[in-house]
Structure formats: C-alpha cells, structure tokens
C-alpha cells in the first residue's frame, strides 16, 4: 500500500476533564511511574553505528512498525462493569462503549475482565479486498495486567502476558460470541515478533499479508525494562527517503511569493518553536492541499526526507498529525537527522543478518 492514508480517528467519547485527570492519576499509580503524564515508551532513530552495536551484541525483538495511531488500553471493572479506556499521546482519554476484555480462564458467560490492565497498542485501517476499511488494534506491549506490574519483566515475558491474558481471551470470546463482538468498533489482535536477525521472516512473510500500512521496522531489546519516554532500547528503522519528522507550520504571507512559503518550526519545549526549515512545496500542492483550508498555522505536520522533490527544501508534506499535541522536540529531530546520516538501507541491513543471528547464538549458547 502506497497512499498514506489519513491516521484513524479514535472510537470512543473524550472523557471529561476531571474524569480525565482521575485516570491519569489511577494510570501514574498502577505504573508506578509517579507521574500523570503518558508513561508510553518512544522509540529512537536506528543510526547504524549505534544500532548494528546493540544488535551485535544485546537481544533484540523485532517487528513492522506500522503506520496508525498509537494508544495505550487501560481497562476497568468498576461496580461490576467492565470498561475500556484509550490514552493518546496527548495525555487525553477516550471512553470506547460496548468493548470489553475478559479475564483468561474462564468459560461462558463471562463473569471476569480485565482490571487496572494497562497495555501498549497501535490502531491501524485495515482495507479489505472489497473496499471496507476495518480498524484494528494491535497489542504490542504489556504495563500491568489486572494489576501486577510487569514493566521490569524482559520483553518477551510482558508479551507471554499480553498475549495469553489479554488477546487470547478476547479473541476465543470473539470467537464464542460473534454478535457481541460484530457491534465492537475494532478487533484486537497481538502484533508478531521475531529474533532480531529474522527480519527476511517480516519482510517475507510478515509485511506482504499485511492490510495496512507499514513504514519500518520497530527493534525492542528484549531483556531491557519498559521505559516510559524517549527509551534507547527500542530503535525506529526506516529507510533514509521515508525518515519523516513532525514539525509545526507557519504560513509566510508575501505579495511577491505565490503561492505562500510554509516555515517549519522544531520544538523546543514549552511552547518555544524556532524555524527550522522551509517545506518543499511546488505550487500544486498548495493548491491540491493547503488552500482550501481556512487556516492551519500552529498546525503538526508529518513531512518525509524527499530532496529530490523541491530543491533545495527536502522536507515534503505527508499529513496532518492531528494526533499530536507537539511536533518532534529539537533533540529527536537532531537524532532523525543523525540516521538519515548514518543510515542503512534493506539490503545493507539483511546482509548483517547472518552476523547478528550468529552472535546471538553465542550469547544464549544455542547451536549455529
């Protein structure tokens, strides 16, 4: 799939502000994070100097990164009603009617959900064959599960939990019961992972099934803690033309420029905004896209590293993200700048492949 497709709305209704903040709280606490802002983890831009360092000699898990929404899922049972609940980046909270979790081992009539669970996911569009678009959530990480903390577990044992106490059991009550689950507005389904050195098993087998978008590969260390903020143990590769980067837009205003200049402006913190560059726009695309919008200043923009585009701008716009409260802050748009720099296309990357699945075996004293 080629066409980026615009990012999926979230189902659900925003929780008030006040109700909103008593989650945030019940979240800091359940994670343990001391804290009420989003405690999801962010990856770092796969540099190959660094990355081929830590995949060389620390295990890593890897799987697609896919091109969607991400969230995290806190689900309740609260006065004997389950409840599910989506946290955004922006630390803003939806409630999703008529979607429940239920708790594993049990049989029908389910009595048990899920309770102070809170796990990692991304809502993608999935398109059918026949057109129909169908919203997945696919779980990838795991925070708490009805209340055990389990952030400082190996990745691969929170993804044991997410996947036996939380997607199985949704999926078998899927499964048992279709009507009820026909009236949900997404399927829940546990996102694949493999050893670091298997990514021609993602490529091959993983990517081409695929009914949504994918725009790289997501490393994890698999013995590394989840880290909630910017985490080094889990590494972004795209390759060098798809390395994108959020920014805040002004529109510059001249009698003597048509169409208009679009500035660029980096993050950094607060609500400071420096220019950072000028987007490569040719005049079409104002006209295809930014004229008929009444206005879109203070706007967050996906734009894509294309320096063949426009010359000399490279920054060309993807879409809107208006999921995102901020553009990427200075210091991550310094590190995507640093891969797009020190990166490493597919075929560089499947070549170490044999390297990195050899030194894995030495590690874990597994046969070659």
């Given amino acids: 799939m ?63 990164k896919s091109d969607g929404v991400r969230v995290l899922v806190l689900m309740l049972f609260d006065k004997d009603m389950p409840q599910t609940f989506f946290a955004t980046r922006k630390n803003e909270y939806f409630y999703v009617r008529n979607v429940a979790f239920p708790a594993p081992y049990q049989k029908t009539p389910y009595e048990k959900y899920h309770h102070n669970t809170l796990i990692d996911a991304e809502l993608v569009v999935d398109v059918e064959a026949d057109g129909r678009r169908v919203m997945k959530l696919l779980g990838f990480d795991a925070l708490v599960i ?21 997607i199985a059991p949704y999926q078998e009550m899927c499964r048992t019961c279709p009507t009820y689950c026909r009236g949900q507005p997404f399927m829940a389904e546990f996102k694949r992972f493999e050893n670091s050195f298997a990514v021609q098993t993602i490529q091959r087998e993983v990517i081409p099934k695929l009914k949504h978008e994918s725009d790289g590969l997501i490393f ?39 169409p208009p200049e ?61 999921d995102k409260p901020h553009g990427n802050h200075i210091s991550v748009v310094d590190k995507i700048i640093a891969s797009i720099n020190d990166s490493m296309e597919l075929d560089e990357l499947l070549a170490e492949m044999p390297r990195i699945r050899t030194e894995w075996m030495k590690r874990n004293n597994a046969p070659l």
Wanted: glycine share 6%; aromatic share 10%; hydrophobic share 35%.
């Fill in 220 to 258: 994890t260390s698999r013995v590394a803690p989840y880290t909630p903020g910017t985490c080094n143990k889990i590494m972004k590769w795209k390759p060098a033309g798809e390395n994108s980067i959020d920014f805040r837009v002004r529109v510059i205003a001249s009698s003597t420029t048509s």
């Fill in 2 to 64: 080629s066409a980026h497709v615009p990012i999926p709305d979230i189902p659900g209704v925003r929780v008030p502000f006040e109700e909103t903040k008593s989650l945030r709280r019940r979240v800091g606490d359940i994670a343990n994070t001391g804290k009420f802002t989003f405690p999801g983890s962010q990856p770092v831009s796969f540099t190959k100097t660094q990355a081929m360092a830590e995949l060389m000699t620390s295990d890593y898990l890897v799987c697609e």
């Fill in 262 to 322: 679009i500035e660029l402006l980096a993050w950094h913190g607060g609500n400071d905004y420096h220019p950072f560059a000028k987007m490569a726009m040719r005049p079409e695309d104002w006209d295809r896209t930014f004229s008929r919008i009444s206005s879109f200043n203070g706007s967050v923009v996906e734009v894509s590293y294309t320096p063949d585009y426009c010359p000399p701008h490279v920054w060309k716009f993807m879409r809107f993200r208006n």
């Fill in 146 to 166: 009805n209340g055990k903390n389990i952030m400082n577990h190996p990745l691969d044992r929170r993804l044991d939990y997410l996947n036996r106490h939380v």
